[in-house]
């Protein structure tokens, strides 16, 4: 196989079809369009949910619930599995993660620990919060907590 052989898969390239280029087209004319009415304008047409006037059906619904996401405090979390592949004895804290990429991003309130998977060796754990499985699972491994 060489460069010069390359062809797209049959029928990925669809050209597009001209409109308003002649009767013998077929699509000549109004283009498809129709006569007359919204539709058949340029620019013409409604946006996506609109019925016409009437109210509709989304706001007929009624609103329920409760969303305080406003004040919602936002930790950056990682499980003690995730922790693992560190070496024993290292001190762990939010920037350290940040730089190995085992956390994607630093949030406004700090860093919380939870207890999914398993650790095999001590390291001293920096954070804001920690579940409680996360604290007897670092704990049973010989490691530290440290609340910052």
């Known amino acids: 196989m060489d460069i010069q052989s390359l062809k ?3 029928g990925s390239n669809k050209k597009a079809t001209r409109v308003g280029r002649g009767c013998g087209s077929g699509i000549g004319k109004t283009c498809g369009r129709g006569t007359k009415g919204q539709n ?3 620019g013409g047409g409604v946006r996506p949910g609109f019925e016409g006037g009437q109210l509709p059906l989304v ?3 009624a609103i329920r619930g409760f969303n305080n996401k406003k004040f919602a405090k936002v930790y950056s979390v990682v499980n003690i599995g995730d922790l693992d592949q560190l070496d024993a004895n290292t001190v762990v804290n939010e920037e350290l993660l940040y730089i190995y990429r085992i956390i994607g991003k630093i949030e406004p309130y700090g860093l919380k620990v ?3 998977g398993e ?5 001293t754990i920096q954070a804001k919060k920690f579940s409680e499985t996360a ?4 704990e ?3 490691g530290k907590i440290e609340v910052v």
């Open 119 to 123: 650790l095999t060796k001590p390291l």
């Open 59 to 61: 706001r007929k619904q």
């Open 40 to 42: 058949s304008r340029s």
């Open 8 to 10: 797209p898969p049959v």
């Open 114 to 116: 939870l207890g999914d």
């Open 140 to 142: 049973a491994s010989g």
């Open 135 to 138: 604290k007897r699972k670092i």
